[in-house]
């Protein structure tokens, strides 16, 4: 069965960095596009970035634009988000999810939490 | 990025049916088919319950239901149950490349 496991969330200070991780396994990575998602404590999903199933292409939410960097290793069934800059309005629980065109996120891991604060 | 509008709260008896809207703009919701709703239960992950506007994953109840008119989406639930109660999302792709959430529906079983 698909399966989608986020690590990585930590506490923070703000303007530091931290990448996550997305371990995906039960189908065929490579041939799917994978987003990040992320979720405020008690506010609704935000979508942040999207990556096609070939990396070949990119793109991201305004307010982590130019800070946050989605990646893939298709070789090791990998989804990354480097994380840099960061603020108190980037504490969330961040998901992966899985598809692009048809059925759009149609599986989602459990989440990781960030938590950005001095 | 403006989000997706859905009304905050909406609620039910059981049995009965409740539908929830969820309105974008000529971008997103009015311009493609790619409209998908997803249930999530406090801490945990959001489930797709609809994709590409009236499609239902297999293991959906066929009480859950998704329509499309213009710039709103819907989705309707049929014979409320009591683990329907949750909070639900709509999304659709946006032009772009670029997704779109709503700000999500607390929906409460009376």
């Known amino acids: 069965q698909v399966r989608l496991v986020e690590s990585g969330g930590d506490v923070v200070q703000p303007g530091r960095s931290l990448t996550l991780s997305c371990a995906a396994s039960?189908?065929?990575?490579?041939?799917?596009?994978m987003h990040w998602v992320r979720q405020a404590p008690g506010k609704g999903l935000e979508w942040a970035a999207v990556?096609?199933?070939?990396?070949?292409?990119?793109n991201y939410a305004d307010p982590v634009k130019g800070r946050f960097t989605i990646s893939r290793d298709n070789s090791k069934n990998m989804l990354y988000l480097q994380m840099n800059s960061l603020t108190a309005d980037d504490t969330a629980v961040y998901y992966c999810?899985?598809?692009?065109?048809?059925?759009?996120?149609?599986?989602w891991g459990q989440g990781t939490l960030v938590t950005v604060s001095s | 990025q403006s989000a997706l509008t859905q009304p905050p709260s909406v609620s039910g008896s059981l049995g009965q049916s409740v539908t929830i809207s969820c309105t974008g703009t000529?971008?997103?919701?009015?311009?493609?088919?790619?409209v998908s709703w997803y249930q999530q239960s406090p801490g945990t992950a959001p489930k797709l319950m609809i994709y590409?506007?009236?499609n239902r994953p297999s293991g959906v109840p066929d009480r859950f239901s998704g329509s499309k008119s213009g710039n709103t989406a819907s989705l309707t639930i049929s014979g409320l149950q009591a683990e329907d109660e949750a909070d639900y999302y709509c999304?659709?792709?946006?032009?772009?490349?670029?997704?779109?959430f709503g700000g999500g529906t607390k929906l409460t079983v009376l």
């Open positions: 990556i096609w199933y070939d990396g070949t292409n990119k």
């Open positions: 999304s659709s792709y946006r032009s772009g490349i670029t997704w779109v």
């Open positions: 000529s971008s997103d919701v009015g311009s493609y088919n790619r």
């Open positions: 999810a899985r598809g692009v065109g048809g059925r759009d996120l149609d599986y």
């Open positions: 039960g189908f065929s990575f490579s041939d799917f596009g």
């Open positions: 590409e506007v009236n």
